[in-house]
C-alpha cells in the first residue's frame, strides 16, 4: 500500500529531469498519472516506464503554457482517471543573458512558460476542486507542488527572465493556498537542486556511484508534500537537494521609521535611512544567500552576483 493509492496526479515537463522522476516516484506510492511535456518520444518512455513497473500513466502532451493544455490536463484526469488529486507543476526552460542584452524573445519564452505554464495549470485544477468542495459540501483532497528555484532570492545575475518567472512563482503559490484553502487546497512550492539536462553544464559530470544531486533525492520532498501527512502543509517554500530539505522563512521587516510631522520630506527620508544604508558601493540588500551553504559543492557558488 502506497500513500498515495487511490490518488491522481498531473505532473508536467514528466518527460525528463527532475519530472519524469517525481512522475515515477508518485506512481511508485500508488497514483495513476497524467503526464505532460512536449510532444515526443521521451514522454512517452517515461509513461511506458511506469507501466512497466506496475503503475499506471497516460501522457498528455502539449505546451504547459497554452490555455487548451491546463484544460486538457484536467479534463484527461478526470476522464480517464475518475478524478484528480495532485498537481506537480514543474516543465520549464532558460534562457540566460544579462538583462541589457536579453531578447524579447528570451523574457517572454521563460516567463511564458513557467509562470502562465504554473497559472494556466493551476487555473482549471482549482476550478475542479472548487466544484468538487461545493458539491461534496466539505473540502475536496487537493494538492499543488510547484517549482521555484533559488534563482529568486540570489538575484541571479544572468538569470534576469528565469529569477523574475520563479518569484512570479511563489507569489502565485502563496495567492493560491490563500484563495484556495476553504476548498482543502495545499499549495507549496520547492527550490530544488539535481543533476539534469538543464544543470548537467554547471554541475558536470555524475561521480561513480549513487549520485547525491539525483533527481531521485528531491521526489522524496514531492510525494510528502502530495500525501495526506502534508495536510498542514500549505503557502510555505523549500530547498530541496542531495540530503537537505530546507523550509525558508517569510522575508521579515528590517527597520520601520515614522515620519516626524505625519509626511516625509526628503531631507528627512535622508537622516533616517543613511542609518541603515552605509555600505560603499551598495550590495543588493533583500538578496538572501542563506541557502548557498546548503551545498557548496553544487552550483550554489556560481549563483552569487557581482
Ligand atoms: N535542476 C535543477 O538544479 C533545478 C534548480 C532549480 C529549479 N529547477 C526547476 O525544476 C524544473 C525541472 O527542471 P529540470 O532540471 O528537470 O530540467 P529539464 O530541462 O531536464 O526538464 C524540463 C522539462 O520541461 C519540459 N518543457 C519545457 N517547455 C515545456 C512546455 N512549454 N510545455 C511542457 N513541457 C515543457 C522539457 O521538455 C523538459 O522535459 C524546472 O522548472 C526548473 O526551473 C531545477
Not at 472548487?130 to 517549482?147: L, Q
Not at 518567472?165 to 495567492?175: E, F, N, P, Q, S
Not at 561513480?208 to 510555505?236: K, N, Q, S, W
Request: proline fraction near 7%; hydrophobic fraction near 45%.
Amino acid at each position: 500500500m502506497g500513500t498515495l493509492d487511490g490518488r491522481v496526479a498531473v505532473v508536467t515537463g514528466a518527460g525528463q529531469g527532475l519530472g519524469a522522476a517525481e512522475a515515477v516516484a508518485l506512481a511508485a506510492d500508488g497514483a495513476r498519472v497524467v503526464l505532460n511535456d512536449l510532444p515526443g518520444p521521451a514522454l512517452d518512455g517515461v509513461v511506458d516506464r511506469i507501466k512497466a513497473a506496475g503503475g499506471e500513466a497516460v501522457a498528455c502532451p502539449g505546451d504547459v503554457a497554452e490555455w487548451a493544455t491546463g484544460e486538457a490536463l484536467t479534463r484527461t484526469a478526470t476522464e480517464t482517471f475518475g478524478g484528480l488529486d495532485i498537481l506537480v507543476n514543474n516543465a520549464g526552460v532558460l534562457r540566460d543573458r544579462m538583462v541589457f542584452s536579453m531578447s524579447e524573445q528570451e523574457w517572454d519564452t521563460v516567463v511564458r512558460v513557467h509562470l502562465r505554464g504554473h497559472f494556466v495549470t493551476t487555473r482549471f485544477a482549482t476550478a475542479y476542486w472548487r466544484a468538487r468542495s461545493k458539491a461534496a459540501g466539505r473540502p475536496a483532497y487537493a494538492r499543488i507542488v510547484n517549482t521555484a528555484s533559488e534563482a529568486f532570492l540570489l538575484g541571479s545575475a544572468g538569470q534576469p527572465n528565469y529569477a523574475a518567472a520563479k518569484g512570479g512563482i511563489v507569489a502565485l503559490t502563496l495567492a493560491t493556498a490563500r484563495g484556495c484553502a476553504r476548498y482543502g487546497v495545499r499549495a507549496n512550492a520547492i527550490c530544488p537542486r539535481a543533476r539534469t539536462a538543464m544543470t548537467g553544464d554547471l554541475m558536470g559530470p555524475a561521480p561513480d556511484g549513487p549520485d547525491p544531486m539525483a533527481p531521485e533525492r528531491v521526489t522524496p520532498l514531492v510525494t510528502y508534500l502530495a500525501g495526506p501527512a502534508a495536510d498542514r502543509i500549505t503557502g510555505e517554500v523549500f530547498v530541496v537537494h542531495g540530503d537537505v530539505v530546507a523550509v525558508l522563512g517569510p522575508p521579515t521587516v528590517r527597520a520601520a521609521f515614522h515620519a516626524a510631522a505625519g509626511r516625509w520630506t526628503v531631507p528627512e527620508l535622508d537622516a533616517a535611512l543613511s542609518t541603515i544604508f552605509t555600505e560603499d558601493p551598495p550590495r543588493p540588500g533583500f538578496v538572501c544567500e542563506d541557502t548557498l551553504p546548503l551545498a557548496p559543492s553544487t552550483f550554489g557558488e556560481e549563483s552569487r552576483d557581482g
